[in-house]
């Protein structure tokens, strides 16, 4: 029997997507992920008891990497949406259980750099396990507050280069808060639109132009998240697989430009760097544009690459040169014949206090030479 082939301009039927929903404490993000489609929660935070009559489905506590890794297909056959309940939490498991195997281990007892690669790597396939068994996998995670000049940002709480990642893989995901309405009143809403203060991505077009979603009592509205992921899904199965890559990798282009302008120093740049490898691997079609977007916002601050340790540096604090150093050079400068601004234009500077104490000789040095050529003039 032939395969059968599903062209370019054929919508390919999805059957389980990635949603990330993270939050502010207390906004009930386990209770929502109760009512996706026949659930389980891998409780990796240990919370789901604090959910109390909304918890209506299937549990496995976790205390250890092996209590999820060791779940056959046959166990989770009954269920049809797997919540990671958080993510950040997962992924920390993993790592301890990575720890437990010696050669994994720097001397002072963190995961080797290999090890950290492997981490992700075994998050990666159990993810796509799951996606392959035809479960939906809803990813919960805490929201950060972080501050880029005078804006406020939220963000999942996890690191850069794993938030990168999963931003990458989900489908849909959403910043759930709390807002007051035209009544006075407190309502929670999810927001799938990406904006100045917060990262989403809506590849499910929920939401309408606004991208919010309400969440309603979940006592009354038990399938909420199931039908906001059979939204998504109705959605996405509307579209080729051509119009369903590129409008994913305009999103990812979007949120990496957001991720860059909210850079504030050389460890974030690295961890961008490191996204940008995978992505060039995968040949991204928008790999070079995010290049040159890093480059730009490295160029802002200040840092510099260092080939040798393939790793940007933040840029050395300025040490000006003295006031006593200022009146010596500028003996120096009359000793040669020149004057202090043909000098400090030479150099592109407005004051001899610009010049760094560490360049103090190499300055002289060049007031040497601009001394020399004009006596050559």
Known sequence: MALPIITADQALNVSAIITYIYADPGLGKTSLGFTADKAISFDFDRGAHRTGELRRGAVVPVQCWKDVADLTPQDLAP???????TVGAMLESIKTHLLLTANNRQKDG??????QGLANQTFKQYINTLISLGKDVVFIAHASEDQNGEQIIYRPDLGGKNRNELYRIADIMGYLTTVTTGEGKNARVISFKPSPT????????????TGEVWVPDLKVNPTFLADVIAQAKSHINTLTPAQLATAKAIEELENWKQSC???EHAGDLNQLTESLEDLVKSKHIYAESMRQCLLLRAKELGSKFNKQTNKWENPSE???????????????I????????????YLGIDSLLQIEVSQIQAVQQEIDNLAKQGMTA
Not at 79 to 85: A, K, L, S
Not at 334 to 345: A, F, I, S, Y
């Open 110 to 115: 963190a995961l080797k750099l290999k090890a």
């Open 198 to 209: 917060h990262h989403a991505k809506n590849s499910g077009a929920l939401g309408g132009e």
């Open 261 to 263: 302008e909210e850079v």
């Open 334 to 345: 009359d000793e040669r014949g020149l004057d202090t601004k043909t000098v400090c234009e």
């Open 79 to 85: 269920y049809n949406t797997v919540v990671i309940d």
């Open 318 to 332: 300025f040490q000006g040169i003295s006031e006593a150093h200022r009146d010596q050079l500028q003996a120096f």
